[in-house]
């Protein structure tokens, strides 16, 4: 059973934490990503599982086995890194077979985990070129055969995608996700990027200076952002913030309000933002919740003037002016928005994040979550 598991683990280099009370289950073929801004901890911990990096405190098992002395050979790793790596002047096959034979795996059983590696990612027609004959895809391919050839019990991978173009990049994601579920292998795939992260990950787990902030599947973080951390971090464009106060209604309701914005605040909510007057709290809006208000349900309102329209195709994305402050809007093309239109705009209920403006900790995943 090729399960990880993070127990408190702490990395410090000298004053450096690098990565903070760690605690996390990888499950036996789960495709976990950790995903977050650089310098957050991801390749520490990636390093970690390793066995290239010493660990500071707790305990980091593979199956039931505790690794935190185990050499990183006998660890069952393979270990795909954004920098291929291959060795220039062995041709493709020599790269794929060298791990092999440094282990003496026999040579009949080289053969064959190169033909069926070559055979997957369909490497069969290059196997006789040096790397510098290939593409920058066909190169990052042999990187992942050279992993699996190994056929280890965890794949680890770190931004293997960084150096293709972008096309490419969307080609080798499929290409990995395929692979995956061909090899049923638990894998551990470390992205920057939130959209790799959302596309490829069973579960994703986001970081930010050392900390795990939250994991769980694409869907849950989106929904559910449990800060104003992830909630910034997943979602592309990103989340609007908007500071908002309570004011109190005639009729013993609470809106939230902020210069061109009005909330109605639903009862399940109103306990956790306190009912006086002028409670602050910070109010998220995604962009691809806008709706045209004369068709939209009860929710945030805004009143804006469309400032720059960026046109996507099907979507537009405009950047609003309320009341002077920027927040950006993602609506279909067929409104034809131009620069200067007034608009009265709506995020509906449930679709509305709030954190608490202290601890930043998201108020309306925490009431979900109680209900
Ligand atoms: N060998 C090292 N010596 C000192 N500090 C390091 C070393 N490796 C990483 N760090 C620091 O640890 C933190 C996390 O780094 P890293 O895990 O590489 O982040 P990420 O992969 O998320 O970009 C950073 O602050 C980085 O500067
Ligand atoms: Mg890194």
Known sequence: MATVTFDHV??????????????????????MVFVGPSGCGKTTSL?????????SAGLLRIGDRIVNDVAPKDRDIAMVFQSYALYPHMTVRDNLAFGLKLRKVPKPEI????????GILDLGKYLDRKPKEL??????RVALGRAIVREPAVFLMDEPLSNLDAKLRVQTRAEILRLHKRLETTMVYVTHDQTEAMTMGTRIAVMSEGRLQQVGPPQELYDFPVNRF?????????????????VPTADGGLTLEAAGISLAVPERLRESLGAGVGHSVIAGFRPEHFAISAEAEPGASFTAIADVVEYLGNEELIHLNV???DIVAMLSSEHRIRSGDALALTVPLPKVHLFDSESLLSLTAAAAAAS
């Open 10 to 31: 702490t990395k410090k280099y000298g004053e450096v934490t690098a990565v903070d009370d760690l605690s996390l289950e990888i499950a036996d073929a789960e495709f």
């Open 47 to 55: 390093r970690m599982i390793a066995g290239l990096e010493d660990i």
């Open 323 to 325: 009341s002077g402050r």
């Open 111 to 118: 053969e064959k985990r190169v033909s069926d590696a070559a």
């Open 230 to 246: 992830v909630g910034g971090f997943i979602g592309s464009p990103s989340m609007n913030f908007v500071d908002m106060t309570t």
């Open 135 to 140: 593409s920058g895809g066909q190169r990052q």
